[in-house]
């Protein structure tokens, strides 16, 4: 059964009894054959967290650059919060206003599953960590590359899961801005990824297939192994469904992005404030008009919106924008921390009429956006010809039948089918059409 100092037998636990984890850490190193006991580690473990992990990143990815495609289109130096990203920017394009759930999907999609994985990730990581102390710590050119992608991959890994999770409760305790940090940080975990994918998806897929290292190399063993095993607590099945059962939980945070009972239930929710109320204006919010300096005397009687083209510059009141032709859209609102709302209506005048006021009859450019905000990222931004064409894009007065609420963006604000939230400005003060 082996010397009782170096295991007690828990899958997830140090080596060690209460009585003799100080001998435990004493006698060995972690570097030693003996120190890691756990029954549960075993090369058949670590490669279905893996594959699980394959499927699983490769979509947090895909959906991360779409993420990044609608909220900072390259257009306009005002919404790239990432100067200088080369041909890392390579896969921009327009993105579309329809249907217009679609950033609803892709972000809710990319925060969800990146909140699921959590458990599977720090499953995979416990599963591996003897490797990372093993000696010596490079065998060969092939070890070597090996262990540098592991090195990259877990940090990165790390990186990227606490800075979003971060992100997504508005804690930015890190220095720099989130953008250029999540964006590079991602490219370098990528590149990571798909090093060690390459390295260790054939031996993978073989060990799934026969359930041991069948095919393999004359001598290979199951590294991942204790060499001397506790007596075992859970087997290796239990283990992989309390990182499953964990992984369950934390799907239901999936009910930010739904009215109702699932709302209520979510879990390690993005943006987990109280709901704002009842009534017309009783839905989510992320920032509010005392948090970015909005005052009444911005918003009040005094009001304009200054609207500017090619041909002239008007101002006008909210009573004049109510006498123009109003029109009603049923929109959600979706954010980039990963919750949205259903479909509200709004009402107000359509952007494409605008910008005919101003010298755009038929085909109107993008539009440069400005906040009466005081302070806060994304005071300033900028919208596509193909946002500005939607008839459904508003410069929005009014919704579910009742005037904005402050909070809101009272008195007016865009809201663009399938934009994200921080592209739907609130506070309008300044829309300039212009070819961007």
């Known amino acids: ?35 890691w006991r756990s029954p549960v580690r075993g090369v058949r473990f670590t490669a279905v967290l893996g594959l699980v992990l394959l499927a699983g990143l490769a979509l947090l990815f895909v959906t991360g650059l779409l993420s990044y495609a609608a909220c900072k289109p390259d257009l306009a ?20 206003t329809g249907p217009r759930w679609l950033y609803r999907l892709t972000q809710g999609l990319h925060v969800t599953v990146g909140i699921a994985l959590v458990p599977v990730l720090l499953a995979k990581l416990w599963s591996v960590i003897p490797k990372l102390f093993a000696l010596p710590p490079v065998r060969s050119v092939g070890h070597a590359l090996e262990r540098v ?32 940090l999540h964006f590079y940080g991602a490219w370098v975990f990528f590149a990571a990824f798909l090093a060690h994918t390459g390295l260790k998806l054939p031996r993978a897929v073989r060990v799934l297939r026969g359930g041991r290292l069948e095919g393999s190399a004359p001598g290979e063993t199951d590294e991942p192994a204790a060499p001397d095993p506790a007596p075992p607590t859970v087997s290796r099945r239990g283990a992989l469904a309390m990182a499953g059962g964990g992984s369950l939980l934390l799907i239901t945070s999936a009910g930010r992005s739904f009215d109702g009972p699932p709302r209520q239930i979510a879990l390690l929710t993005p943006h987990g404030a109280a709901e704002p109320g009842p009534g017309p204006n009783g839905f989510q919010i992320n920032k509010t008009a005392p948090a970015v300096g909005v005052t009444a005397a911005d918003t009040g009687k005094a009001w304009r919106l200054t ?24 929109l959600p609102i979706a954010c980039v921390e990963g919750w949205a709302t259903s479909d509200q209506w709004w009402r107000g005048v359509r952007l494409r009429d605008l910008a005919a006021l101003v010298g755009y009859p038929d085909r109107p450019p993008g539009v440069m956006v400005e906040s009466v905000q005081r302070s806060g990222a994304f005071r300033k931004v900028a919208l596509r010809d193909n946002q500005v064409r939607d008839p459904r894009a508003l410069l929005a007065l009014q919704v579910n039948g009742e005037n904005l609420f402050l909070d809101h963006g009272y008195p007016a604000r865009i809201i663009v089918p399938a934009a994200p939230g921080v592209l739907n400005t609130k506070w309008v003060g300044r829309p300039a059409f212009e070819a961007l």
């Open 307 to 330: 609207v500017s083209g090619p041909a002239k510059k008007i101002r006008l009141s909210r009573e004049q924008l109510l006498a123009m032709d109003q029109y009603s859209v049923a």
């Open 77 to 96: 130096p005002v919404n790239d919060k990432t100067p200088g990203k080369g041909l890392l920017g390579f896969y921009l394009f327009a993105w579309p």
């Open 149 to 180: 992608s592991l090195l990259l991959l877990v940090g990165g890994a790390l990186f990227e899961f606490i800075t979003g999770l971060l992100n997504i409760q508005l804690e930015y305790v890190f220095p720099g801005s989130f953008h250029p």
């Open 1 to 35: 059964m082996g010397d009782r100092r170096f295991g007690n037998g828990s899958p997830f636990s140090f080596p060690g009894s209460a009585s003799g984890r100080g001998q435990a850490f004493a006698g060995r190193p972690p570097s030693a054959p003996g120190f």
